[in-house]
């Protein structure tokens, strides 16, 4: 059973620029939450989505967004690039709806120069 | 709002101690905590969920414990190999108010380093 995939693995942008991660949940899994993990700040949650709708959102500037697709695959932006958004963003998916077990991905690492 | 706490911040074992890792959290109104384990530029593995009615969960060398009341729990590792190292974090579920949906509150973690 494949797990949770994240794409692209690596990037870098300039800052200004916006960036889209992909996310493909566990086969079955409807909930798709996203973290940020920075040396300083740790592990923060982003955001929560279940079947295309959020159901909970971080505490993060509105440059961060997100969405859900019909088929539970995931994608957040972030707008207007900053150097302190350089981080590894991480995608989990449960199957109880956002409030069991979550399973990680690899983590897609933002370079912001 | 929801504060985890892991202590010690870094531990360096020599290979087949037993060891622990503590968690501690602020809000008791918990629904779950989960133990992961993170490898250097690596995602999180889960080890561990115990939910809030129960006391621990078992899986091979690893026991976790859960005291919700004093909102603690414990992360016991037998016999540390070298395969052990990485960052261990502790998660909780709920607590802190707010809609709990996919989010956990995570502790800085715990980098342990067994050395043959």
């Known amino acids: 059973k494949a797990g949770v995939t994240q794409t692209p693995r690596y990037l870098i942008k300039t800052r200004g620029q916006q960036v889209t991660l992909s996310c493909s949940p566990i086969s079955g899994h409807r909930s798709v939450s996203w973290y940020q993990q920075t040396p300083g700040q740790g592990l923060q949650f982003l955001f929560e989505?279940?079947?295309?709708?959020?159901?909970n959102k971080g505490n993060f500037p509105g440059r961060f967004s997100g969405r859900q697709f019909s088929n539970s695959r995931s994608e957040m932006n972030v707008s207007t690039l900053e150097l302190g958004d350089s981080a590894l963003y991480l995608c989990a998916s449960s199957l109880r709806g956002g409030i069991g077990e979550l399973f990680f991905g690899e983590g897609s690492r933002l370079t912001v120069l | 709002k929801q504060e985890v706490t892991q202590i010690p911040a870094a531990l360096s074992v020599p290979e087949g101690e037993n060891l622990v890792l503590n968690c501690s959290f602020t809000?008791?109104?918990?629904?779950?905590l989960q133990w992961f384990r993170q490898d250097p530029g690596k995602g999180l593995t889960s080890l561990l969920l115990i939910q809030s009615s129960q006391r621990e969960q078992t899986s091979g060398r690893l026991n976790a414990s859960l005291d919700k009341s004093s909102g603690r729990s414990t992360l016991y590792i037998a016999a540390s190999q070298p395969g052990d190292s990485a960052t261990y974090l502790c998660a909780v579920g709920g607590g802190g108010g707010g809609t709990s949906y996919g989010k956990l509150t995570f502790g800085q973690g715990t980098i342990l380093t067994v050395h043959p």
């Open positions: 989505y279940f079947s295309e709708t959020q159901r």
């Open positions: 809000d008791s109104a918990i629904y779950n």
